[in-house]
């Protein structure tokens, strides 16, 4: 009755261990994720940096248009139409800053959900630790009385 008993709680000590190895997986696969996140963000502020360039770039740009504009209005047709290619690039920018912010919103949810996530194996890695303490009390207690019943014999 005692060996069965030890096996069974060797059975749960094995799945416990089990467990917790799907555990650290699940853990390292998270990190992973929000390393692969990390380096998706470093990668957005460089494209926004670049963006910010390009931009302070237009700026730059259609001051000189302007001043071109001020001493040339002969040469209106043709700064005219340089402008509105400018437009069309700002646009096309602001698109992309606008499907980049939707972006980093989605990485920031899945960021928050792993968060989650990651405190709920957390929680449930100490009460199996918990769990784990005692069993093996239990086990050294009746390793003793296995073997006190033995020096009784």
């Known amino acids: 009755m005692i060996d069965q008993k030890l096996d069974l709680i060797l059975v749960e000590l094995k799945e416990i261990k089990a467990v917790q ?5 699940q853990l390292n696969s998270q990190s992973k994720q929000l390393s692969n996140h990390d ?7 460089e494209q926004l940096k670049e963006i910010r360039g390009k931009l302070n770039e237009h700026d730059q740009q259609f001051k000189e248009i302007r001043g071109q504009l001020q001493s040339h209005n002969e040469q209106l047709n043709s700064h005219s139409e340089h402008i509105q290619q400018l437009i069309h690039i700002v646009a096309a920018t602001n698109t992309k800053v606008e499907e980049l912010t939707d972006h980093m919103n989605q990485v920031r949810e899945d960021v928050s959900v792993l968060k989650t996530s990651q405190q ?3 929680q449930t890695q100490l009460e199996h630790e918990k769990l784990l303490e005692r069993l093996s009390i239990r086990s050294v207690s009746h ?3 296995i073997a006190e019943l033995r020096r009784a014999k």
């Open 143 to 145: 390793e003793a009385d």
């Open 21 to 25: 190895a799907s555990q650290g997986e």
């Open 120 to 122: 709920t194996v957390l």
């Open 39 to 45: 380096k998706q963000f470093k990668g957005i502020n």
